[in-house]
């Protein structure tokens, strides 16, 4: 099993930046790959930005240019530096590590951007 803990979401205005934390315990993960999800009221889950074991990075076109994780497999931490915050940014942030049809979830974090 693996237990995941997401910090650092909050309250910012539109342009600013928020930077989100997962620490995940449990097992290895320098195999799995590490991201970060978003759901919005009303609307599915969806991918913002994952990083793979060999280093790959993927963003959606939301995230492209503004959004930037980085993982540290010493420390077993993915972390998310958004900036110039939208408020179409507002959702809870949830931390995922899959490997092949194995996922865990955090609890997720709120990130609110206000006009």
């Known amino acids: 099993q693996v237990q995941l803990v997401e910090s650092g979401g909050g309250l910012v205005q539109a342009g600013g930046s928020l930077r989100l934390s997962c620490a995940a315990s449990?097992?290895?993960?320098?195999?799995?790959?590490m991201g970060w999800y978003r759901q919005a009221p009303g609307q599915q889950r969806e991918v913002v930005a994952e990083t793979t074991s060999g280093g790959s990075t993927y963003y959606a076109d939301s995230a492209k240019g503004r959004f930037t994780i980085s993982r540290d497999n010493a420390q077993s931490t993915v972390s998310l530096e958004m900036n110039s915050l939208k408020p179409e940014d507002t959702a809870v942030y949830y931390c995922?590590?899959?490997?092949?049809?194995?996922?865990?979830w955090g609890q997720g974090t709120q990130v609110t951007v206000s006009p």
């Open positions: 449990g097992r290895p993960l320098k195999l799995y790959t």
């Open positions: 995922n590590v899959k490997l092949l049809n194995i996922n865990y």
